[in-house]
């Protein structure tokens, strides 16, 4: 098996290596730091040459931007099914909020990595992004399209404004990945429900 990149194929065992390698990073961003985990000492975590990890990825900036790109696509992986699986609006908005907190605290490490990475290594040596800040944007924006769907169809109150709505949501679910770093013991099904109680309450039809 392989997969195509540009003119390269990679092997089954090259994508196994890569795979391996984002997540040593991942774990070394979240014990360390951005700015302490060097390649070697990623290297050093799983055992290979930092050579391995150059033959892999073309230096830190490639890697780490691997590294939030495979977090954010396998956040929405994790999300986007469970959420669809429902078939009411109420339904869908609480699972929306409690699988993105279950992916937070299923996935500590990844959030905290990406959290740091944002901070401190936010901007590679070309002046590109590694985690593109759109993503937050388009986030609230699906969110905004899903909530005024679900209202005209009657399914949530009529009189709330859904782009306010959306950013208040995301506004309480992206303050979760701060409150790992501060407690590692956050309570975050806890957390969930009681934010999930609140936007149910916010976007009920009366009666």
Do not use: C, W
């Not at 299923?106 to 944002?118: G, P």
């Not at 109150?157 to 956050?186: K, N």
């Amino acid at each position: 098996m392989t997969e195509v990149t540009g003119t390269k194929e990679r092997t089954f065992t090259e994508n196994a290596r890569r795979q391996q390698i984002v997540a040593a990073a991942i774990d070394t961003i979240a014990e360390v730091g951005f700015a302490q985990a060097s390649l070697a000492r990623i290297a050093e975590r799983i055992g290979i040459s930092k050579g391995v990890i150059s033959y892999h990825f073309a230096g830190k900036d490639d890697l780490i931007r691997q590294v939030a790109i495979e977090i954010i696509e396998a956040s929405r992986a994790y999300i986007i099914p469970r959420v669809f699986a429902e078939s009411t609006g109420p339904a869908r908005l609480r699972v929306y909020i409690e699988s993105n907190l279950a992916f937070m605290r299923e996935h500590r490490n990844s959030m905290v990595a990406i959290l740091d990475i944002a901070r401190n290594g936010g901007v590679m040596a070309d002046g590109r992004r590694r985690v593109d800040g759109r993503d937050a944007g388009v986030a609230v924006h699906l969110l905004e399209e899903e909530l005024a769907r679900l209202q005209a169809e009657g399914e949530f109150r009529s009189d709330f404004d859904p782009g306010v709505m959306a950013v208040a949501i995301r506004a309480a679910i992206d303050s979760v990945p701060q409150g790992l770093v501060r407690d590692p013991d956050l309570d975050i099904d806890h957390y969930a429900k009681e934010i999930a109680t609140i936007f149910d309450l916010a976007t009920r039809v009366a009666g």
